[in-house]
Protein backbone atom coordinates (compact mmCIF):
# COMPACT_ATOMS: atom_id res chain seq x y z
CA UNK A 1 0.00 0.00 0.00
CA UNK A 2 1.26 3.44 -1.00
CA UNK A 3 1.43 5.72 2.28
CA UNK A 4 0.37 9.13 0.97
CA UNK A 5 0.53 12.11 3.50
CA UNK A 6 -2.00 14.64 3.48
CA UNK A 7 -0.86 18.34 3.64
CA UNK A 8 -4.66 19.41 4.38
CA UNK A 9 -4.40 17.09 7.94
CA UNK A 10 -3.63 19.28 11.10
CA UNK A 11 -0.34 17.92 10.99
CA UNK A 12 2.14 20.00 13.20
CA UNK A 13 5.26 21.49 11.89
CA UNK A 14 7.87 19.42 12.75
CA UNK A 15 5.74 16.50 10.72
CA UNK A 16 5.41 18.36 8.12
CA UNK A 17 9.20 19.70 7.81
CA UNK A 18 9.59 16.07 7.37
CA UNK A 19 6.97 15.05 5.14
CA UNK A 20 4.80 17.56 3.40
CA UNK A 21 5.07 17.84 -0.55
CA UNK A 22 6.71 14.48 -0.57
CA UNK A 23 5.97 11.25 -1.75
CA UNK A 24 7.62 7.70 -2.06
CA UNK A 25 9.63 7.39 -5.59
CA UNK A 26 6.59 5.17 -7.39
CA UNK A 27 9.22 3.63 -9.25
CA UNK A 28 11.59 2.33 -6.07
CA UNK A 29 10.01 3.49 -3.06
CA UNK A 30 12.38 5.42 -2.51
CA UNK A 31 11.62 7.44 1.14
CA UNK A 32 13.79 10.52 -0.31
CA UNK A 33 12.44 12.42 -3.53
CA UNK A 34 15.33 11.58 -6.61
CA UNK A 35 17.50 14.05 -7.65
CA UNK A 36 15.47 14.24 -11.19
CA UNK A 37 18.65 15.79 -13.04
CA UNK A 38 17.72 16.63 -16.51
CA UNK A 39 16.44 19.58 -18.89
CA UNK A 40 14.02 18.33 -20.55
CA UNK A 41 11.12 15.49 -20.65
CA UNK A 42 10.60 12.62 -23.52
CA UNK A 43 6.76 13.42 -24.44
CA UNK A 44 4.10 10.55 -25.42
CA UNK A 45 2.95 11.85 -28.77
CA UNK A 46 2.64 15.76 -30.08
CA UNK A 47 1.34 17.84 -27.35
CA UNK A 48 1.10 14.78 -24.85
CA UNK A 49 3.46 14.72 -21.93
CA UNK A 50 3.26 13.61 -18.17
CA UNK A 51 3.64 17.22 -16.74
CA UNK A 52 6.72 18.12 -17.65
CA UNK A 53 7.94 19.35 -21.41
CA UNK A 54 11.43 21.54 -20.03
CA UNK A 55 13.37 21.65 -16.63
CA UNK A 56 13.42 25.61 -16.53
CA UNK A 57 9.47 25.44 -15.91
CA UNK A 58 9.04 22.43 -14.04
CA UNK A 59 11.25 19.82 -12.19
CA UNK A 60 9.72 17.38 -9.61
CA UNK A 61 12.69 17.32 -6.95
CA UNK A 62 12.16 21.52 -7.18
CA UNK A 63 8.48 21.38 -6.79
CA UNK A 64 9.07 19.31 -3.66
CA UNK A 65 10.96 21.87 -2.50
CA UNK A 66 8.36 23.98 -3.42
CA UNK A 67 5.40 22.47 -1.91
CA UNK A 68 7.70 21.80 1.75
CA UNK A 69 8.39 25.00 2.40
CA UNK A 70 4.80 26.35 1.11
CA UNK A 71 3.61 23.97 4.06
CA UNK A 72 5.56 25.14 6.81
CA UNK A 73 4.56 28.89 5.99
CA UNK A 74 1.06 28.25 5.68
CA UNK A 75 0.13 28.67 1.87
CA UNK A 76 -0.64 26.90 -1.05
CA UNK A 77 1.71 28.24 -3.50
CA UNK A 78 5.58 27.66 -3.54
CA UNK A 79 8.12 28.95 -6.32
CA UNK A 80 12.31 28.25 -5.42
CA UNK A 81 14.68 30.51 -6.96
CA UNK A 82 18.36 30.29 -7.71
CA UNK A 83 19.05 32.43 -5.39
CA UNK A 84 17.25 34.94 -2.65
CA UNK A 85 18.17 37.91 -4.77
CA UNK A 86 16.79 36.01 -7.84
CA UNK A 87 13.85 35.51 -5.96
CA UNK A 88 13.62 39.68 -5.04
CA UNK A 89 14.36 40.31 -8.56
CA UNK A 90 11.50 38.08 -9.98
CA UNK A 91 9.08 39.32 -7.30
CA UNK A 92 9.70 42.94 -8.83
CA UNK A 93 9.16 42.11 -12.18
CA UNK A 94 5.14 41.98 -11.00
CA UNK A 95 5.86 45.57 -11.41
CA UNK A 96 6.72 48.19 -14.10
CA UNK A 97 8.05 51.53 -14.99
CA UNK A 98 6.57 54.28 -13.00
CA UNK A 99 5.69 51.84 -9.99
CA UNK A 100 6.69 52.96 -6.14
CA UNK A 101 7.57 50.49 -3.75
CA UNK A 102 7.92 51.24 -0.18
CA UNK A 103 11.23 49.22 1.64
CA UNK A 104 12.35 49.19 4.66
CA UNK A 105 15.73 51.24 5.30
CA UNK A 106 17.59 48.13 6.91
CA UNK A 107 16.84 45.31 4.63
CA UNK A 108 19.91 43.15 3.40
CA UNK A 109 22.57 45.32 1.35
CA UNK A 110 21.97 43.31 -1.32
CA UNK A 111 18.17 44.36 -1.75
CA UNK A 112 19.17 47.39 -1.59
CA UNK A 113 21.31 47.83 -4.24
CA UNK A 114 18.91 46.08 -6.44
CA UNK A 115 16.66 48.31 -5.59
CA UNK A 116 19.05 51.54 -5.80
CA UNK A 117 21.46 50.58 -8.53
CA UNK A 118 19.45 48.79 -11.02
CA UNK A 119 15.82 48.86 -11.18
CA UNK A 120 16.07 52.58 -10.97
CA UNK A 121 17.22 52.57 -14.16
CA UNK A 122 14.07 50.96 -15.39
CA UNK A 123 11.75 53.34 -13.97
CA UNK A 124 10.73 52.22 -10.64
CA UNK A 125 11.07 54.47 -7.68
CA UNK A 126 11.58 53.74 -4.06
CA UNK A 127 11.37 55.06 -0.93
CA UNK A 128 13.14 53.34 2.47
CA UNK A 129 11.34 54.28 5.43
CA UNK A 130 11.92 52.94 9.06
CA UNK A 131 9.10 50.13 9.36
CA UNK A 132 9.26 50.32 12.99
CA UNK A 133 6.54 53.01 12.74
CA UNK A 134 3.53 52.12 11.12
CA UNK A 135 2.65 55.66 10.34
CA UNK A 136 6.39 56.05 8.64
CA UNK A 137 4.99 52.86 6.34
CA UNK A 138 1.19 54.58 5.51
CA UNK A 139 2.96 58.18 4.91
CA UNK A 140 5.23 57.39 2.45
CA UNK A 141 2.72 55.48 0.18
CA UNK A 142 1.45 57.37 -3.06
CA UNK A 143 -0.62 56.96 -5.94
CA UNK A 144 1.65 54.91 -7.55
CA UNK A 145 2.42 52.82 -4.66
CA UNK A 146 2.10 49.05 -6.00
CA UNK A 147 3.92 47.49 -3.05
CA UNK A 148 5.59 47.02 0.16
CA UNK A 149 8.86 44.94 1.33
CA UNK A 150 10.29 44.32 4.57
CA UNK A 151 12.17 42.62 6.29
CA UNK A 152 11.81 41.52 10.21
CA UNK A 153 13.85 41.21 11.81
CA UNK A 154 16.04 43.56 10.08
CA UNK A 155 19.66 42.66 8.79
CA UNK A 156 21.50 43.09 10.68
CA UNK A 157 20.14 45.62 13.52
CA UNK A 158 17.14 43.11 14.49
CA UNK A 159 14.53 45.77 14.74
CA UNK A 160 11.03 44.66 13.69
CA UNK A 161 8.55 45.54 12.15
CA UNK A 162 4.50 45.25 13.28
CA UNK A 163 3.24 42.29 10.70
CA UNK A 164 -0.20 42.68 11.74
CA UNK A 165 -0.16 46.78 11.54
CA UNK A 166 1.16 46.35 8.28
CA UNK A 167 -0.67 44.27 6.80
CA UNK A 168 -3.51 46.15 7.85
CA UNK A 169 -2.14 49.29 5.73
CA UNK A 170 -1.86 47.09 2.46
CA UNK A 171 -5.10 46.47 2.59
CA UNK A 172 -6.45 49.76 3.36
CA UNK A 173 -3.87 50.99 0.44
CA UNK A 174 -4.62 48.05 -1.59
CA UNK A 175 -1.07 47.21 -2.16
CA UNK A 176 1.28 43.81 -2.23
CA UNK A 177 2.94 43.49 1.45
CA UNK A 178 6.13 41.40 0.66
CA UNK A 179 7.87 40.34 4.04
CA UNK A 180 11.72 38.58 4.47
CA UNK A 181 11.34 35.81 6.76
CA UNK A 182 14.93 34.67 6.32
CA UNK A 183 15.99 35.49 9.52
CA UNK A 184 12.94 34.22 11.63
CA UNK A 185 11.96 31.19 9.43
CA UNK A 186 8.35 29.99 9.69
CA UNK A 187 9.26 27.98 13.06
CA UNK A 188 9.34 30.77 14.70
CA UNK A 189 7.56 33.33 12.39
CA UNK A 190 4.38 33.18 9.72
CA UNK A 191 3.52 36.52 8.01
CA UNK A 192 0.76 35.03 5.92
CA UNK A 193 -0.88 34.52 8.96
CA UNK A 194 -0.73 38.22 10.10
CA UNK A 195 -2.16 39.20 6.48
CA UNK A 196 1.47 39.32 4.40
CA UNK A 197 0.46 38.28 0.58
CA UNK A 198 4.14 37.31 -0.21
CA UNK A 199 6.73 35.78 2.18
CA UNK A 200 9.95 35.01 1.16
CA UNK A 201 13.58 33.28 1.72
CA UNK A 202 17.01 33.18 1.09
CA UNK A 203 16.75 28.91 0.89
CA UNK A 204 20.81 29.64 1.68
CA UNK A 205 20.49 30.11 5.35
CA UNK A 206 18.55 28.40 7.82
CA UNK A 207 15.96 26.35 5.16
CA UNK A 208 19.12 24.54 4.06
CA UNK A 209 21.10 25.09 6.97
CA UNK A 210 24.20 23.54 6.06
CA UNK A 211 25.81 26.20 4.20
CA UNK A 212 26.34 23.76 1.12
CA UNK A 213 24.16 25.85 -1.40
CA UNK A 214 22.49 29.02 -3.33
CA UNK A 215 18.58 29.46 -3.52
CA UNK A 216 15.72 31.34 -2.56
CA UNK A 217 11.98 30.82 -2.12
CA UNK A 218 8.90 32.89 -1.77
CA UNK A 219 5.13 31.42 -0.89
CA UNK A 220 1.85 33.07 -1.32
CA UNK A 221 -1.89 31.90 -1.22
CA UNK A 222 -3.41 33.98 -3.81
CA UNK A 223 -3.92 31.79 -7.04
CA UNK A 224 -4.09 34.73 -10.02
CA UNK A 225 -0.82 35.74 -8.52
CA UNK A 226 1.22 32.81 -8.12
CA UNK A 227 0.19 32.24 -12.00
CA UNK A 228 2.02 35.18 -12.61
CA UNK A 229 5.18 34.28 -10.77
CA UNK A 230 5.10 31.23 -12.19
CA UNK A 231 5.29 32.66 -15.80
CA UNK A 232 7.87 35.08 -14.53
CA UNK A 233 10.00 32.13 -13.19
CA UNK A 234 9.72 30.44 -16.35
CA UNK A 235 10.29 33.09 -18.46
CA UNK A 236 13.20 35.12 -16.78
CA UNK A 237 14.87 31.41 -15.65
CA UNK A 238 16.31 32.34 -12.36
CA UNK A 239 15.27 29.07 -10.97
CA UNK A 240 17.86 26.17 -9.12
CA UNK A 241 18.69 23.06 -10.32
CA UNK A 242 17.74 19.72 -8.84
CA UNK A 243 20.83 19.55 -6.22
CA UNK A 244 20.29 22.86 -4.73
CA UNK A 245 16.56 21.70 -4.62
CA UNK A 246 17.08 18.38 -2.66
CA UNK A 247 19.62 20.06 -0.69
CA UNK A 248 17.39 22.91 0.78
CA UNK A 249 14.83 20.09 0.75
CA UNK A 250 17.31 17.97 3.15
CA UNK A 251 17.56 20.98 5.61
CA UNK A 252 13.93 21.73 6.19
CA UNK A 253 13.40 18.15 7.73
CA UNK A 254 16.09 19.02 10.30
CA UNK A 255 14.58 22.65 10.38
CA UNK A 256 12.65 22.50 13.51
CA UNK A 257 15.28 20.60 15.92
CA UNK A 258 17.99 23.47 14.25
CA UNK A 259 15.99 26.30 15.16
CA UNK A 260 15.47 25.19 18.66
CA UNK A 261 18.92 24.92 19.19
CA UNK A 262 19.72 28.36 17.39
CA UNK A 263 17.07 30.07 19.68
CA UNK A 264 18.75 28.47 23.00
CA UNK A 265 22.54 29.37 21.86
CA UNK A 266 21.39 32.90 21.27
CA UNK A 267 19.60 33.56 23.82
CA UNK A 268 22.11 32.40 26.41
CA UNK A 269 25.01 34.29 24.23
CA UNK A 270 23.17 37.35 24.03
CA UNK A 271 22.50 37.87 27.62
CA UNK A 272 26.22 36.65 28.33
CA UNK A 273 26.87 39.78 25.68
CA UNK A 274 24.85 41.84 27.10
CA UNK A 275 26.46 41.41 30.93
CA UNK A 276 29.37 41.74 29.42
CA UNK A 277 29.50 44.48 27.55
CA UNK A 278 26.09 46.47 27.82
CA UNK A 279 22.79 45.62 27.20
CA UNK A 280 22.77 49.10 24.93
CA UNK A 281 25.36 47.56 23.04
CA UNK A 282 23.54 44.05 22.03
CA UNK A 283 20.95 44.18 19.32
CA UNK A 284 18.66 40.78 19.92
CA UNK A 285 15.16 40.87 20.42
CA UNK A 286 15.31 38.02 23.01
CA UNK A 287 16.47 40.76 25.43
CA UNK A 288 14.18 42.26 27.82
CA UNK A 289 16.23 45.53 26.89
CA UNK A 290 15.20 45.33 23.16
CA UNK A 291 12.86 48.35 23.04
CA UNK A 292 10.92 45.67 20.93
CA UNK A 293 11.15 42.79 22.98
CA UNK A 294 6.74 42.96 23.63
CA UNK A 295 6.25 43.15 19.94
CA UNK A 296 8.81 40.15 19.34
CA UNK A 297 6.91 38.21 22.03
CA UNK A 298 3.93 38.88 20.40
CA UNK A 299 4.45 37.66 16.91
CA UNK A 300 7.18 35.50 17.20
CA UNK A 301 7.51 32.25 19.34
CA UNK A 302 11.08 32.25 18.94
CA UNK A 303 14.25 35.13 18.59
CA UNK A 304 16.95 32.63 16.96
CA UNK A 305 20.45 33.07 16.82
CA UNK A 306 21.14 36.18 14.58
CA UNK A 307 22.85 38.52 17.10
CA UNK A 308 24.47 42.10 16.30
CA UNK A 309 26.81 43.53 18.87
CA UNK A 310 28.32 47.56 18.99
CA UNK A 311 32.16 47.34 19.49
CA UNK A 312 32.54 51.30 19.10
CA UNK A 313 35.49 51.18 16.15
CA UNK A 314 36.51 49.57 13.05
CA UNK A 315 39.75 48.44 15.40
CA UNK A 316 38.09 46.90 18.02
CA UNK A 317 35.77 44.87 15.48
CA UNK A 318 38.69 44.30 14.01
CA UNK A 319 40.18 42.62 17.24
CA UNK A 320 37.17 40.84 17.90
CA UNK A 321 37.03 39.02 14.45
CA UNK A 322 40.71 38.41 14.99
CA UNK A 323 40.51 36.61 18.19
CA UNK A 324 37.66 34.54 17.53
CA UNK A 325 38.70 30.33 17.43
CA UNK A 326 35.36 28.64 17.04
CA UNK A 327 32.94 30.95 15.06
CA UNK A 328 34.45 32.11 11.37
CA UNK A 329 34.69 35.05 9.72
CA UNK A 330 32.70 34.60 6.75
CA UNK A 331 29.40 35.91 4.78
CA UNK A 332 26.32 34.61 4.95
CA UNK A 333 24.16 33.03 8.22
CA UNK A 334 21.69 30.27 9.44
CA UNK A 335 24.42 27.33 9.05
CA UNK A 336 24.99 24.58 11.39
CA UNK A 337 28.48 26.71 12.46
CA UNK A 338 28.50 29.92 14.23
CA UNK A 339 29.88 32.87 11.82
CA UNK A 340 30.98 36.39 12.57
CA UNK A 341 30.93 39.30 9.88
CA UNK A 342 31.26 42.18 9.51
CA UNK A 343 28.38 44.38 8.48
CA UNK A 344 29.59 47.47 7.29
CA UNK A 345 32.31 46.04 4.68
CA UNK A 346 30.08 42.81 3.68
CA UNK A 347 27.07 42.08 3.75
CA UNK A 348 26.15 46.12 3.55
CA UNK A 349 29.04 47.36 1.74
CA UNK A 350 26.60 48.37 -1.54
CA UNK A 351 25.37 50.80 0.83
CA UNK A 352 26.81 54.28 0.87
CA UNK A 353 28.74 54.78 3.98
CA UNK A 354 26.85 58.31 4.89
CA UNK A 355 23.43 55.96 4.68
CA UNK A 356 24.93 53.15 6.75
CA UNK A 357 26.12 55.35 9.43
CA UNK A 358 22.82 57.19 9.38
CA UNK A 359 20.64 53.91 9.93
CA UNK A 360 22.98 52.83 12.69
CA UNK A 361 24.99 50.36 11.00
CA UNK A 362 28.98 51.22 12.05
CA UNK A 363 32.42 50.45 11.22
CA UNK A 364 32.04 48.95 15.19
CA UNK A 365 29.25 46.68 14.11
CA UNK A 366 29.78 42.85 14.30
CA UNK A 367 26.71 40.35 13.44
CA UNK A 368 27.03 37.00 14.70
CA UNK A 369 25.03 34.20 13.42
CA UNK A 370 24.97 31.51 16.34
CA UNK A 371 25.46 27.76 15.37
CA UNK A 372 24.47 24.29 16.91
CA UNK A 373 27.96 23.73 18.73
CA UNK A 374 28.42 23.28 21.99
CA UNK A 375 26.82 26.76 23.55
CA UNK A 376 29.74 26.46 26.26
CA UNK A 377 32.64 26.50 23.67
CA UNK A 378 31.05 29.61 22.17
CA UNK A 379 30.24 31.57 25.04
CA UNK A 380 34.34 31.05 25.65
CA UNK A 381 35.29 31.84 22.47
CA UNK A 382 33.12 35.08 22.46
CA UNK A 383 33.79 36.08 25.85
CA UNK A 384 38.30 36.01 25.31
CA UNK A 385 37.21 37.63 21.90
CA UNK A 386 35.57 40.34 23.61
CA UNK A 387 37.35 40.90 26.56
CA UNK A 388 38.32 44.44 26.90
CA UNK A 389 36.20 45.85 24.24
Not at 85 to 106: P, Q, R, T, Y
Not at 137 to 158: D, S
Not at 172 to 182: C, P, Y
Not at 259 to 266: I, K, L, T, V, W
Request: aromatic share 8%; net charge neutral.
Amino acid sequence: MTRVFDEDLPYRFSTRAIHAGQRPDPTTGAIMPPIVQTSTYVQDALGVNKGYEYARGKNPTREALERNVAALEGGRHGFAFSSGMGCVDSLMKLFKAGDHIVCGENVYGGTYRLFDKILTNFGMSFSFVDTRDPQKIEGAITPKTVAMLLETPTNPLMRLTDLAAAAAIAKTRGVLLIVDNTFATPYFQRPLEYGAHVVFHSTTKYLNGHSDMIGGICVLNDDPLAERIQFIANAAGAVPGPMDSWLALRGTKTLALRMRQHDANGRKIADALAKQLGAERVFYPGLASHPQHDLAKKQMSGFGGMISVETKSKANAATVLGRVKVFSLAESLGGVESLISHPASMTHASVEPARRAALGVTEGLVRLSCGVEDVDDLLEDLEQAFRGI
